[in-house]
């Protein structure tokens, strides 16, 4: 076994041998430009796009012309919330999502507040999950679309997207789900969901970074402004040079997890329950945060009593973990989605993620528990706040 032990893989994941090799040729011989139309190079370089466009689409259950290469989840949300607002805003000025949404999507909400837009924030029940009624409750005659992630990238917690896509259809608003998360990991598919807008990553699914996507629903296509304009790439909604290899890898991500995803879940769950079991069978004052079951199975968020994350972090340099979003690391301050479950500053402080994944080890399970264990006990022994659930 060797360390550092990768503890966080809702962060990011390395690219599976597999993808990599699928992806190789199209650094080298296969360079060719995929809007080229008129010579070999360019015509092997649309090939490989198309059949990756199929690849993701499969996975979601959706058509290939209706996947949008982008350079990740963080576009695709901006694309999806920036442009619905500027193509619908003669219809109405009204959002909704959930206080625990990735920055991904708070942010550019708080963006279009500065241009008009009005946003409901819903606070989630205490596992997480969205308040259905709460829901029916907040769209509005003026609500153009609904936006809740599919799988929390903090406390692992799924969405019931199915009911979620049923009111927003019965209402006549669209549904938009950031699946950053959820991709090849929990069954997602967009027409039984009614989903109108997805958003895609490949770095979460053991693809290249830099390289995602956003599924639009045919009937929602006029219904989107471009958020990017020069040359009218990919249906005129996302311009700009397509990265052909990082969309090979894509694709390859996708067929893999689209073979694997079961096996795998069943197999991540298994060490995601051994690593909790031996943490709580060994340290007192351990809560977990998020759901028992209906969570990632690579997920496990546990709060430390009378620990401080970053200090418990500090002295385990044999593991990579962290306290939450990576994409937030640098904000000082608590987790805001424990924050909204209803934790102390001081408990949000406390705690950590785990992210388990396709190349962990039960070697390393139990090699991080001891250590854990370790450092918890000896961060206690000194600290002068007693431990507590």
Not at 58 to 78: H, K, M, V
Not at 281 to 307: C, K
Not at 341 to 346: F, K, V
């Amino acid at each position: 076994m060797q360390t550092p032990v990768y503890l966080d893989y809702h962060a990011t994941t390395p690219v599976d041998p597999r993808v990599c090799e699928r992806m190789l040729p199209y650094f080298g011989p296969k360079f060719g430009n995929a809007a080229s139309r008129t010579h070999r190079f360019g015509w092997e370089a649309e090939k490989a796009v198309e059949k990756a466009r199929r690849q993701v689409a499969a996975l979601i259950g959706a058509e290939a012309r209706d996947i949008i290469f982008t350079s990740g989840a963080t576009e695709s949300n901006n694309l999806a919330l920036k442009g619905v607002f500027e193509a619908c805003r003669n219809r109405g000025k009204h959002l909704v999502t959930m206080t625990t949404e990735h920055q991904a999507v708070l942010d550019p909400i708080r963006h279009l507040e500065r241009q008009g837009a009005h946003a409901t924030l819903l606070a989630p029940c205490p596992d997480g999950r969205i308040d259905l009624d709460a829901l029916r409750e907040a769209i509005q005659p003026q609500t153009l679309l609904v936006s809740v992630m599919a799988a929390n990238n903090e406390i692992g917690v799924l969405q019931p997207l199915d009911e979620i896509g049923a009111i927003c259809r019965e209402r006549g608003v669209l549904f938009h789900s950031d699946a950053a998360q959820a991709l090849g990991k929990a069954a997602a598919q967009v027409e039984d969901q009614n989903i109108d807008l997805m958003s895609l990553t490949a770095h979460k699914i053991y693809g290249p970074k830099g390289v995602g996507a956003l599924y639009l629903r045919p009937k929602a296509r006029s219904l989107l402004a471009a958020q990017i304009d020069g040359g009218g790439h990919e249906g005129g909604y996302r311009s700009g040079t397509l990265n052909v290899p990082a969309i090979v890898g894509f694709g390859a991500a996708c067929a893999i997890c689209a073979e694997e995803m079961r096996a795998e879940s069943v197999r991540v769950g298994r060490l995601r329950d051994r690593l909790e079991r031996r943490l709580l069978s060994e340290l007192d004052g351990i809560t977990r945060n998020g759901p028992r079951e209906g969570r990632l199975p690579g997920n496990l968020n546990l709060t430390f009593a009378g620990v401080d994350a970053s200090a418990l972090l500090m002295g385990l340099p044999e593991l990579a973990l962290s306290t939450g979003s990576a994409c937030s690391s640098a904000i000082a301050g608590p987790s805001h989605v424990l924050l909204a479950l209803g934790l102390s500053h001081e408990s949000a402080r406390s705690s950590i993620r785990f992210g388990l994944g396709r190349y962990t080890t039960g070697e390393e399970v139990d090699f991080a528990a001891s250590r854990i264990i370790e450092v918890v006990q000896k961060l206690r022994g000194l600290s002068p706040v007693p431990a507590r659930a």
